[in-house]
């Protein structure tokens, strides 16, 4: 079975700054998907970014990028220019490679203040 | 992109009593589909996966004759709590992917279940 542990409960980050999510995982898989999901306090679930495991190069969306250390098996987050509204829960979640299985396996989650 | 919704966003029920939970894909067609549950300020936890056609599947210590689903159609999931307690108040979100072939999965917006 495959778990995700995010290490921080809470983080807090001055607006215009960046800040580091942390997240590990355990699996035994070699081919897999990972994603970081944002739920603000709508509670919708919104998908922030995802990396492919078997793709070497971080991904990147505009202000959201990843480290991905497949050896370390360590999927950290980066938000660089922090806006009021990233503020939310993050959760970091796995997948087994596609046709396999499509569940997600969640994180315990981070919640992330941006303050003014 | 894709749509899933839930029906009710909010719903308040007797103890003892029934209350049956819907999850839609609005625009593509879903074979599978997911139950989560998540308590204030925690993770996301399967519930059960949900098979077009067929039973679902139950995650270890998820009571399936308290949680009937049923995946009557490529685009309806409902979960049914049956004889709630106020236990089993809690936020229960849906989601879906696109495809079996995708890593896409979209989130409905959850419902909150108030047990009295």
């Known amino acids: 079975a495959q778990t995700v542990t995010q290490s921080q409960p809470e983080m807090s980050v001055q607006e215009a700054e960046t800040v580091t999510l942390s997240c590990t995982y355990d699996?035994?898989?070699?081919?897999?998907?990972l994603f970081w999901y944002k739920q603000p306090p709508s509670r919708q679930m919104i998908l922030v970014i995802r990396?492919?495991?078997?793709?070497?190069q971080n991904a990147t969306e505009n202000r959201f990028s990843v480290n991905f250390q497949k050896a370390a098996k360590s999927f950290s987050l980066k938000i660089s220019d922090s806006q009021l509204g990233d503020t939310a829960m993050y959760f970091c979640?796995?997948?087994?490679?596609?046709?396999?299985?499509?569940?997600?396996?969640f994180g315990g989650g981070t919640r992330l203040m941006v303050k003014p | 992109g894709a749509v899933v919704s839930q029906h009710p966003s909010w719903v308040i029920c007797k103890s003892g009593t029934s209350v049956k939970i819907e999850c839609r894909s609005l625009?593509?067609?879903?074979?599978?589909m997911f139950w989560y549950r998540q308590f204030p300020k925690q993770s996301l936890m399967l519930m059960a996966t949900?098979?077009?056609?067929?039973?679902?599947?139950?995650e270890q210590g998820v009571e399936k004759d308290k949680f009937l689903i049923n995946h009557a159609s490529l685009t309806l999931s409902t979960l049914t709590v049956t004889s709630a307690h106020p236990e089993d108040s809690s936020f229960y979100i849906c989601?879906?992917?696109?495809?079996?072939?995708?890593?896409?999965?979209?989130f409905g917006p959850g419902t909150r279940l108030t047990v009295t």
């Open positions: 699996t035994s898989e070699s081919n897999y998907y």
């Open positions: 625009d593509f067609q879903a074979t599978t």
């Open positions: 989601s879906a992917p696109t495809s079996g072939s995708s890593y896409e999965q979209y």
């Open positions: 979640a796995f997948m087994k490679h596609v046709g396999v299985s499509n569940m997600l396996t």
């Open positions: 990396q492919e495991a078997y793709k070497q």
């Open positions: 949900s098979n077009e056609g067929s039973k679902a599947t139950y």
